[in-house]
Each structure stands twice: as structure tokens, then as C-alpha cells.
């Protein structure tokens, strides 16, 4: 939530926090931000729907979006896309993994398993709830996704695989 990222009080950035939460591109745009001087709670907002709540339709309309403009629609150019996709490859995804290395939490264990290491490749690909998503669609992989891969090796690994198709 945005207010933990504030200091006591919340009328001003925790700029320590922040600067070891992200990349550095990503906490010139957070420190930039106003700080509302109204005392609202902090609320999760869909902002592809006029109202913020997140509907399926919209989810549609973004992935379409996306598919005619090769990839690119939703960022004002290529290069926000290719920024946000390297930032996610470098770990930027808020995994117990990331929590840990940056001690802000005192473990990395993933909370549904109890057992396995809360990395990104363990949240996108082998958690339960993410391989019920896999095991219920349609796409499959041309080669066996390893936990032990990162995910920037994983994605370096499918790209190789689909590029020689
Ligand atoms: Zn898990």
C-alpha cells in the first residue's frame, strides 16, 4: 500500500524506503508524486475503467489492445514496455524472495506452500494457484519450465525456443 511507503504521519515520503524497494528510474517517478493532503484510506483502482473497479471486459479490451499494436499498446512507447519487462527480468515483481534480500520481511518462504522459496518464477509458474491457472489454459510451453531457472533465463530460454519456429 502507498501509505507505508510514507513516513509517520503521511505528509512526506520515507525516501530511504523507497529508494530500496525500486529501480531508480521508478523512485524519481514515486518521490515526484504529491503527497494528497486529504487523509483518505489507500484503495486499489483498475485504471482502465472509468470507475477503477476491474472488470474481465476491460482486461479484453487492454489484451487486444496489445495484440494489434504488437505488444506495445498501454505504454506511451516502446520504450516504457522494454523498461517495465527489464525491471520485471531484474526482480522488481514483490516476491517474499525480494522482501528478504532487502530485509523487509524475516523470511522468503511462500505463506501457500510453507515450504518453497517465494520467487517470481515460483509465483508465476509453480505456485498452486498458478499452475491451476496453467493447467486450465490452453497454452503450452514448447519446453519444461525448471523452478530453479530465473525468470529472465526462462523468458531468454522460450524466446530462443519460439524464434526458431
Ligand atoms: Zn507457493
Same mark, same amino acid.
Do not use: Y
Given at each position: 500500500? =502507498? ?7 503521511? #505528509?512526506? +515520503?520515507?525516501? !530511504?524506503? =523507497?529508494?530500496? %524497494? @525500486?529501480?531508480? &528510474?521508478? *523512485?524519481?517517478?514515486?518521490?515526484? $508524486?504529491?503527497?494528497?493532503?486529504? *487523509?483518505?484510506?489507500?484503495?486499489? =483502482?483498475?485504471?482502465?475503467? #472509468?470507475?477503477?473497479? /476491474? ?10 489492445? =496489445? !495484440? ?16 517495465? +519487462? ?6 522488481? %515483481?514483490?516476491?517474499?524472495?525480494? @522482501? /528478504?534480500?532487502?530485509?523487509? $520481511? ?19 509458474? /509453480?505456485?498452486?494457484?498458478? $499452475?491451476? *491457472? ?10 519444461? *519450465? %525448471?523452478?530453479? +531457472? ?8 522460450? &524466446?530462443?525456443? +519460439?524464434?526458431?519456429?
Amino acid at each position: 500500500m =502507498v501509505c507505508e511507503l510514507l513516513k509517520e504521519g503521511g #505528509k512526506e +515520503w520515507d525516501i !530511504e524506503l =523507497v529508494r530500496g %524497494l @525500486f529501480l531508480k &528510474q521508478d *523512485v524519481e517517478a514515486i518521490l515526484s $508524486t504529491p503527497i494528497s493532503e486529504s *487523509v483518505a484510506m489507500d484503495k486499489m =483502482v483498475w485504471a482502465k475503467e #472509468k470507475k477503477g473497479s /476491474f472488470t474481465m471486459r476491460s482486461t479484453c479490451r487492454l489484451a487486444w489492445e =496489445v !495484440e494489434a499494436a504488437g505488444g506495445n499498446a498501454g505504454c506511451s512507447d516502446s520504450t516504457k514496455l522494454h523498461r517495465a +519487462w527489464r525491471g520485471t527480468c531484474n526482480g522488481i %515483481l514483490a516476491t517474499k524472495d525480494s @522482501f /528478504f534480500c532487502r530485509k523487509i $520481511t524475516a523470511n522468503n518462504i511462500c505463506e501457500e506452500h510453507g515450504r518453497h522459496v517465494e520467487t517470481a518464477m515460483h509465483l508465476l509458474c /509453480f505456485c498452486d494457484r498458478s $499452475t491451476e *491457472v496453467w493447467s486450465s489454459c490452453k497454452l503450452s510451453l514448447p519446453i519444461k *519450465v %525448471l523452478e530453479s +531457472w530465473s525468470f529472465l533465463d526462462t523468458i531468454s530460454r522460450l &524466446q530462443i525456443c +519460439w524464434e526458431a519456429k
